[in-house]
């Protein structure tokens, strides 16, 4: 993960607290960096164009004041909307549900898969319930590849150290069969070197 310069923070709090207020919506820069960073963070620290819209939706779904409808323009055909806050309550409950361990990280990434601001609780709810899955299937999938890779590791080590003591056994032979040879020969050139200097005496008749 890119490490996260704190004046390229700043002057990014700063670009969205000017978006805010450009839709008449005032926050302070502290609220700003506190309510971003767990989203930057989920983006490797990336301050991109995109990462900053998405900011900005989050944050006017958060601080926007809700505008008041009068009842004569509500309609039971109308779906009501649902905040960014409700869909990371709902991708929470339905992956405690679900048996799945979601970080804060994790819940940001989930949440920024759901496009549908407008939809239904019921659409919502399916569409967490597969953006869940599939992103389980990816954790599995990550998991299942670093344990292959860390076996693949191991297993390169060992071969890489019966090579090594392999090595060194043959070496070890090597040379101990030279030392006996030419031990054998010492000990001849010994024997026959002795034996020229014996001097056997003569039998008198």
Known sequence: ??????????????????????KNVSVSLPDIKDAIAPLIAAHGNELSDELQ??????LLEKYQPATLTPPES??????????YQQKQGIITNQ?????????????????????SSGATLDEIIA??????????EYKQSEGIQKIQQMFERVNSRVE??????SAVIAD???????????????????VI???????????SA
């Open 1 to 22: 993960m890119k490490e996260l310069v704190a004046s390229e923070f700043t002057a990014f709090a700063k670009r969205l607290q000017s978006a805010l207020k450009r």
């Open 53 to 58: 819209q998405s900011c900005v939706q989050m």
């Open 74 to 83: 509500f309609s039971d055909d109308e779906p009501t909307a649902i905040t």
């Open 95 to 115: 992956a405690q549900a679900l048996g799945i361990e979601l970080s804060e990280q994790d819940v940001i990434y989930v949440t920024e898969q759901i496009n």
């Open 127 to 136: 569409e967490v319930e597969s953006a869940l899955t599939a992103f389980a």
């Open 160 to 165: 890489s150290n019966n090579q090594e003591a």
């Open 172 to 190: 070890g032979l090597q040379n101990f069969g030279k030392k006996v040879t030419q031990s054998q020969q010492d000990f001849k050139s010994s």
């Open 193 to 203: 070197n002795t034996l020229k200097h014996l001097k056997v005496p003569k039998v």
